[in-house]
Nanobody, 124 residues
Framework: QVQLVESGGGLVQAGGSLRLSCAAS????????MAWFRQALGKERELLAA????????YYADSVKGRFTISRDNAKSTVYLQMNSLKPEDTAVYYC?????????????????WGQGTQVTVSS
């Protein structure tokens, strides 16, 4: 069992930056692929970025490539999402997720554990 708790969301102006954190419980964090998703009002949940267990492989959605960076610190059981050049269309609830997989996966249903989400609002 893994519990995930996101933090770092908030209100930011367009062009600004935020850094989201997701702290995981348990001592098996390094065995999970980690990812960040978001869900805007009225839209489907969208995969933004994923990172392999050793951080050697990352995946980014085209919508955030070059602006967002996913990283992890296995010693701290924490995954991060650095978000730069934020746009109003980035406004959503952001979720971290964990998958007991060998490599990053893009399908939400493959992820076994989810955080409660943190709101990010980007004003124009």
């Amino acid at each position: 069992q893994v519990q995930l708790v996101e933090s770092g969301g908030g209100l930011v102006q367009a062009g600004g930056s935020l850094r989201l954190s997701c702290a995981a419980s348990g001592r098996t964090f390094s065995t999970y692929v980690m990812a960040w998703f978001r869900q805007a009002l009225g839209k489907e949940r969208e995969l933004l970025a994923a990172i392999s267990r050793s951080a050697g492989v990352t995946y980014y959605a085209d919508s955030v490539k070059g602006r967002f960076t996913i990283s992890r610190d296995n010693a701290k059981s924490t995954v991060y999402l650095q978000m730069n050049s934020l746009k109003p269309e980035d406004t959503a609830v952001y979720y971290c997720a964990a998958a007991n997989r060998l490599a990053p996966v893009q399908v939400a249903s493959y992820y076994d554990y989810w955080g409660q989400g943190t709101q990010v609002t980007v004003s124009s």
